[in-house]
């Protein structure tokens, strides 16, 4: 046993353990730099939640970065001050009142974020929407969106799903009966007045979709059998783009729509345009 602690075998140890300490710190410098020259920016939001998301990531992101930094370098540390200098392990059991002093700022940090990020996630789908919000259903299918809006009478009319006939022109089956129904606009791509509270409610017609714009920070799967309201108030004019972030089929990766977002004047005569086409 004697020769394993030979003076030789110490240095290649104390080589590897410096090595190793190294690439840590290098690890963590590299990581610390991509996110801190921001390579990798999302697009501007376009409404105050969105801002809200965003602020709520980035405290995440100083929370967990903090910790991410410290527990890399105490890593590196460690290395190095116990590597192996042919000095007798010492054995523990480890330390309670360590163990409880971090498990209760990880608690805390957790439960903290959690309770701080409330209104940037529950905000926009368990609040009501503002009175006198927009309402446009969206419904998905594998794997197109489907847009409906009430129409002058501001009410949806009947679905019936057997009358369900997308080549015949009526994809979500709207009753021709219902005299509620007869001036839904029923369109692909979703058009919204800018600065006006907007409520989608989404359906889904077979497995589960997702309604994503990333611009709006709004992410809300569509479920089958059930009408999810999620609301948003844009507040940029543009086009974004709508995407399925949820692996539906085959055709996933080619599911998406448009929102577009006017002015008032121009999405009065959106409106007019379609109860007027057939
Ligand atoms: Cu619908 Cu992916």
Same mark, same amino acid.
């Not at 057997?162 to 006939?165: E, K």
């Given at each position: 046993m004697s020769t394993a602690h030979s003076g030789l075998n110490s240095r290649g140890v104390a080589l590897a353990s410096i090595l190793l300490a190294l690439l840590l710190i290098l690890f963590v410098v590299a990581t610390v730099y991509v996110f801190a020259a921001r390579l990798y920016l999302p697009p501007p939001p376009i409404s105050h939640d969105a801002a809200l998301v965003d602020h709520q990531y980035n405290l995440t992101l100083y929370a967990t970065g903090a910790a991410f930094i410290l527990a890399q370098l105490g890593l590196a540390y460690a290395i190095l001050r116990f590597r192996d200098r042919g000095q007798q392990a010492r054995f523990t059991r480890g330390n309670v009142a360590l163990e409880i002093l971090w498990t209760s700022i990880t608690f805390l940090v957790f439960v903290g974020l959690g309770i701080i990020g409330r209104r940037a996630w529950a905000d926009v789908r368990f609040a009501p929407s503002a009175s006198g919000a927009i309402e446009v259903e969206a419904t998905t299918n594998q794997f197109v969106y489907t847009f409906r809006y009430p129409g002058p009478d501001g009410k949806f009319g009947r679905l019936d799903p057997? $009358?369900?006939?997308a080549p015949a022109g009526n994809p979500l089956g709207? &009753?021709?009966? &219902?005299p509620a129904g007869q001036d839904d606009i029923v369109v692909a791509e979703l058009t919204v007045p800018v600065n006006q509270p907007i409520e989608v409610l989404l359906r889904s017609q077979d497995v589960i979709h997702n309604f994503f714009v990333r611009e709006l920070r709004l992410q809300q799967d569509a479920v089958p059998g059930i009408r999810i309201p999620v609301h948003f108030t844009a507040n940029r004019i543009g086009t974004y783009e709508i995407v399925c972030t949820? $692996?539906?089929? $085959?055709g996933h990766y080619k599911m998406h729509s448009l929102l577009h977002v006017v002015s008032e004047v121009d999405y009065q005569s959106f409106l007019k345009r379609q109860a007027m086409s057939p």
């Open positions: 057997s $009358l369900i006939n709207v &009753d021709p009966h &219902d949820q $692996l539906c089929g $085959l």
